[in-house]
Each structure stands twice: as structure tokens, then as C-alpha cells.
């Protein structure tokens, strides 16, 4: 199975229109705003007559009927309240910018509380956020046009990151850790979770495991394994990395020392020796659905990413789950059943911001990217927070990338670790 890559010539006609576009919010910005209202209005209420129509032919439920209508109204409504709607944007805007702020200042007092470094700059950017968003919240349309002049130079930016990219793509020994702008996690935060229905639509749960490979040359050195399921935790993902057939994860795996409904505890690391025994768990404890993305690496590369791990696990002291204490029972915590399952061995952290896992701070992902960083990779910090969904959304778009060193993309669904008898397939 193969998947579309994205040609040179793409990356540098995406450079183009975004740098296009952030001149024309610069420089014309009361136009923008203007046709902007238009083109969103219109579209809605289009997408509404489409859908009423198809609803209608198809003879579709009461609920998409009345979304349809929803829409339809929502639609005319925009249209002839421009402030209402141009008011809406800078709101949810100033919204996301005070949740960043509060996020941060949680993590702030917890910092301070255990004594961590660099607290007291997290507390300037949380202020900044807070202040910053209360403005724009309480002043939705008298900030609108600032707004267009940053969305404007954020595009220009965007254009200039897509033009290094295109650059890269004749040299790939130039791809270096650089400031880039990322989405917004509120946009990346369910991706992984859409793609996986979409998945289980697609295979209806009943295929062999999915491969995608690129015509490329190298073996896979490094693996990110970014798993979903079907629940309320889970939908958001969580990221785990295989290096030298060893599986390295980050998480509050330490049931006891769990606050916070569940965000805050302290920070576990684990250790699988065995790829397959860590999948087969994934599929038969978890219900996991992992997208598995394949990296290749230099010696120098591969040297870094050792170096880093190795720099980790100095931080850490043996820790024991209930079940490696006692072993006269079975324990029903994650970290049993990881432990019966795989032979799984646990660290906690002496020192190092490891020490504490927070959801929305220092989480899964934080160990994938401090060592996928070691590599070049240029997912950086800018949002607060990395989410899983916001490492899909990389991966997935540096695998289509014809020159980039992820260079394989594997779907195992539950059906493909076990066949209907329960005998193992990988």
C-alpha cells in the first residue's frame, strides 16, 4: 500500500500562497476581514443546502436532517451579523490563550511546590497569557485587527518554514532543530483518535495490518508508536518510542501517587525488551489501535539518540510495581499487567523535570521528543504543551515528504496481533 508524497514543487507552491496570503492580512487587513466573513458565511450556508438535499434523497435520520437546518440558520444569521461572527473568532482565540495561561500557571505551582527549574519564567508566560487573553476575550472586535496583522506574519512564517523545507529536500543532511510554528494543539489534540475511526471504518476490523512504505533506501533505526482506543483517556493518545527492539515509555504509571483526577503523579519510566510482546499487550490488555512510524538514521543520529537515553535513564532509580513486590497474587494496575505481560522493568526519577508527569505539561510525548531532538526534528514548544496529536500530525506529513528520513508507516489494529483462535500474528 502506498500513500501520496508530496513533490517539491508542492512544498514550494505552499510557500508561495502562504506568504501571499500573510501579505495580503498585512496590508489590506479591513478587506481581509471582510471577504473573510463572506467566504465562511456563504460556505456554510451551501454546505447546508448540499446537505439538506442529500439528506433528503438518501433519507438520512432526524439528526443530520436537523444539523443540516442548524447549520442553514447558523449560516444566514452570520451572514447578515457580520460583528456577531467577526466578534466570535478573536473570542475563541482569547479563550484558548487564557486556557494556555491557566495551564501554565498550574504547572507553575507544582514546579515551585517540588522545587524544579526555570518555575518563575513559566510564571511570566502564564501572566502574559492570562492578561493577554482576558484582553482580547473582553474586546473581541476592538482586537480583531491586530489579530489579522499576527495571523498575517504567522502565515509569512509558516511560508518561510515550508521554504526551508523545500530546501531541505535537495540536502537532507541540512535538516537541523529550528524554530517552527505548529499548529494549535486544540486542532491536533483528537487526530489521532479521527484517524483511528476513520480506520476501523476503512478496514471494518477485519484486515491484516496496514503497511506503507516509500520507495526509499535505509532500515528503520527508531520507531514512534503514537496508540489510541475507544475511550475517554484514550482518544487523546499516547506516545512511546522502540530503539534497538526496546520500547521507552513516559507516564504516571504509579497508581498510588496519582492527584488531580488523575493528570498529576509521579513520573514512571519503563523499559520493554521485546517489540513484539510490547505490541500483543498494547492489542490484548489496551484495545490499542498503534500507528507505528518508522525512522531511519546516521550512525551519528543513532549515536545522539543513545546518548540521550542514556542521559535520561542517569536520572533514574529502580522503581517496583505492586506486582515485582508480590508475586503471591495478580494486580489489576496498568503497570501488573504490563510487568506479568512483558517483563517490563520501572524508573522513577531522582532529579530532572521527569520527577513529575502532568498531563498538559511534562507527559508522554515528552520523552519522545527530547529524544526524536537528538535527531534534527524540529517539533518545538511553542503551544505550552505537545500533544500526541500533534506528533501524527508531524510524522504523518514528514513520511509523505519524499526526502524526509520517516520512511514508514505501519496501522496494527487489534485484529492484526491476534487471529480469531487468540494465536498471536506478530
Known amino acids: 500500500m502506498k500513500e501520496r508524497v508530496i513533490s517539491n514543487i508542492s512544498i ?11 501579505i495580503i492580512l498585512i496590508s489590506i487587513p479591513t478587506t481581509s476581514i471582510a471577504l473573510f466573513h463572506l467566504i465562511v458565511s456563504v460556505s456554510i450556508i451551501v454546505l447546508a443546502c448540499i446537505s439538506t438535499i442529500f439528506n433528503a434523497i438518501r433519507k438520512k435520520n432526524i439528526k443530520d436532517t436537523l444539523i443540516s437546518l442548524l447549520m442553514l440558520i447558523f449560516g444566514n444569521y452570520f451572514l447578515n451579523n457580520a460583528n456577531t461572527f467577526l466578534a466570535i473568532f478573536p473570542l475563541f482565540f482569547g479563550m484558548y490563550i487564557f486556557l494556555c495561561g491557566v495551564i501554565k500557571f498550574v504547572t507553575f505551582t507544582v514546579y515551585k511546590k517540588r522545587h524544579f527549574k526555570g518555575f518563575y519564567r513559566l510564571l511570566f508566560n502564564a501572566v502574559l497569557d492570562l492578561v493577554l487573553g482576558t484582553i482580547i476575550m473582553f474586546n473581541p472586535l476592538k482586537t480583531l485587527k491586530t489579530l489579522t496583522f499576527v495571523l498575517g506574519f504567522y502565515f509569512i512564517w509558516v511560508a518561510f518554514n515550508y521554504f526551508l523545507d523545500f530546501l531541505e529536500e535537495y540536502d537532507v543532511r541540512s535538516k537541523k532543530r529550528r524554530f517552527r510554528l505548529t499548529i494549535p494543539n486544540i486542532f491536533t489534540l483528537f487526530v489521532p483518535y479521527i484517524i483511528y475511526v476513520k480506520i476501523n471504518k476503512l478496514l471494518n476490523r477485519e484486515v491484516t495490518r496496514v503497511k506503507i512504505d516509500k520507495n526509499t533506501s535505509g532500515n528503520v533505526d527508531l520507531e514512534i508508536f503514537i496508540g489510541v482506543k475507544d475511550s475517554n483517556i484514550g482518544k487523546f493518545g499516547h506516545a512511546d518510542l522502540c530503539f534497538n527492539n526496546t520500547i521507552y515509555s513516559y507516564g504516571h504509571y504509579d497508581e498510588d501517587s496519582k492527584k488531580l483526577f488523575d493528570t498529576i503523579g509521579d513520573g514512571v519510566l519503563f523499559k520493554v525488551k521485546n517489540r513484539k510482546k510490547y505490541l500483543r499487550f498494547c492489542a490484548e490488555h489496551s484495545k490499542k489501535t498503534i500507528f507505528a512510524f518508522g525512522l531511519t538514521l546516521s550512525e551519528k543520529q543513532k549515536k545522539r539518540v543513545q546518548e540521550e537515553l542514556d542521559k535520561i535513564e542517569s536520572y533514574t532509580y529502580r522503581w517496583k510495581c505492586v506486582q515485582e513486590e508480590d508475586d503471591s497474587q495478580e494486580y489489576g494496575d496498568y ?24 498531563v498538559l505539561w511534562t507527559n508522554c510525548v515528552k520523552l519522545v521528543d527530547n529524544v526524536l531532538g537528538a535527531t534534527g526534528s524540529d517539533i518545538l514548544r511553542l503551544n505550552g504543551f505537545i500533544t500526541p496529536g500533534t506528533y501524527y500530525a508531524y510524522l504523518n506529513n514528514e513520511f509523505k515528504r519524499k526526502n524526509s528520513n520517516v520512511i514508514k508507516k505501519e496501522i496494527i489494529t487489534n485484529k492484526d496481533v491476534f487471529d480469531k483462535e487468540n494465536r498471536p500474528l506478530i
Open 335 to 358: 503497570a501488573s499487567c504490563l510487568y506479568r505481560a512483558t517483563g517490563a522493568k520501572f524508573y522513577k526519577f531522582k532529579e530532572s523535570n521527569y520527577r513529575l508527569y502532568f
Open 12 to 22: 514550494l507552491i505552499n510557500s508561495f500562497m502562504f506568504l501571499i496570503l500573510g
